[in-house]
T-cell receptor
Framework: EAGVTQFPSHSVIEKGQTVTLRCDPISGHDNLYWYRRVMGKEIKFLLHFVKESKQDESGMPNNRFLAERTGGTYSTLKVQPAELEDSGVYFC?????????????FGEGSRLTVL | GNSVTQMEGPVTLSEEAFLTINCTYTATGYPSLFWYVQYPGEGLQLLLKATKADDKGSNKGFEATYRKETTSFHLEKGSVQVSDSAVYFCALSGSNDMRFGAGTRLTVKP
């Protein structure tokens, strides 16, 4: 069974440019989460999809971030325009049930560097 | 709101040494508690979990006990190996999301 895959593994862009990160969850997992870890600090929640619907997007930092999950399969996270403070590692995770019912399966992360 | 605080790293130990990584939490209700581990070049993976007070989670020689009275979930291992070198994250789950600590990098030297 394939795990959670993320693309790209590393992206280097200049301030003001646009980047789109992609996450393919484990097949059949309705729950998809995006998290971000900045400079060795805690992993912070960004948002949670249940199928194609945004269940909770309270962690999205501002309107420069847009997440979509068309058809309830893969998800994209677009940052436009990128700022220096957006640099970090963006993790995607999926699960069959909610967070209390089982574990989250994480991808390897997409490292974003904004210069 | 819910939050997790874990000891800052990095932690460097010799092989066969005893490991403790402290984790305390703040939460409303009755969260589940987790330890995740990230090995070099890999994604986070669940190491162990405990779903209620006094539960002990264990896996691969690691243990952690859910202590409601001290709001703690410290990770321990009696004898670490070089292969345990990784970043360890304490986490708790609320009703809809998972909150993580800052991570503790462990390096085990031969």
């Amino acid at each position: 069974e394939a795990g959670v895959t993320q693309f790209p593994s590393h992206s280097v862009i200049e301030k003001g440019q646009t980047v789109t990160l992609r996450c393919d969850p484990i097949s059949g997992h309705d729950n998809l989460y995006w998290y971000r870890r900045v400079m060795g600090k805690e992993i912070k929640f960004l948002l949670h999809f249940v199928k194609e619907s945004k269940q909770d997007e309270s962690g999205m930092p501002n309107n420069r971030f847009l997440a979509e999950r068309t058809g309830g399969t893969y998800s994209t996270l677009k940052v436009q325009p990128a700022e220096l403070e957006d640099s970090g590692v963006y993790f995607c995770a999926s699960s069959q049930g909610g967070v209390n019912t089982g574990e989250l399966f994480f991808g390897e992360g997409s490292r974003l560097t904004v210069l | 709101g819910n939050s997790v605080t874990q000891m800052e790293g990095p932690v460097t130990l010799s092989e066969e040494a005893f490991l403790t990584i402290n984790c305390t939490y703040t939460a409303t209700g009755y969260p589940s508690l987790f330890w995740y581990v990230q090995y070099p070049g890999e994604g986070l993976q669940l190491l162990l979990k405990a779903t209620k007070a006094d539960d002990k989670g264990s896996n691969k020689g690691f243990e952690a006990t859910y202590r409601k009275e001290t709001t703690s979930f410290h990770l321990e291992k009696g004898s670490v190996q070089v292969s345990d070198s990784a970043v360890y994250f304490c986490a708790l789950s609320g009703s809809n999301d998972m909150r993580f600590g800052a991570g503790t990098r462990l390096t085990v030297k031969p």
